[in-house]
């Protein structure tokens, strides 16, 4: 099993930047596909970005494509989501979910595709 802890949320004005970070603890970190999720009030859970478990392939919701960068540090065992022009449309709470692989570089997109998930961070966008 592995824990998962975002932080890096806060309030930003239109245009700025942020930058998550999702720290994992427990099992090995090189065997999980990470992805990040977002959920505004009165919405439902979104996808925005995703990392193979070998770091090599990504995928981003079409909404983010451009602005918002995931990466990995096996090192530190973190994921990290670079946000940049960020919108008031991008205001949600941000979070982090892993799924153990074996033998595949897969990118899961799909909430239900993750079996481990974080607890949150507000990112909110003033206009």
């Known amino acids: 099993q592995v824990q998962l802890v975002e932080s890096g949320g806060g309030l930003v004005q239109a245009g700025g930047s942020l930058k998550l970070s999702c720290a994992a603890s427990?099992?090995?970190?090189?065997?999980?596909?990470m992805g990040w999720f977002r959920q505004a009030p009165g919405k439902e859970r979104e996808f925005v970005a995703a990392?193979?478990?070998?770091?090599?392939?990504?995928y981003y919701a079409d909404s983010v494509k451009g602005r918002f960068t995931i990466s990995g540090d096996s090192a530190k065992n973190t994921v990290y989501l670079q946000m940049n022009s960020l919108k008031p449309e991008d205001t949600a709470v941000y979070s982090c979910?892993?799924?153990?692989?074996?033998?595949?570089?897969?990118?899961?997109?799909?909430?239900?595709?993750?079996?481990?998930w974080g607890q949150g961070t507000q990112v909110t966008v003033s206009s």
């Open positions: 979910a892993g799924r153990e692989l074996v033998n595949s570089d897969y990118v899961p997109s799909a909430p239900y595709d993750y079996d481990y």
């Open positions: 427990g099992r090995a970190f090189s065997r999980y596909a």
């Open positions: 990392i193979s478990r070998s770091g090599f392939n990504t």
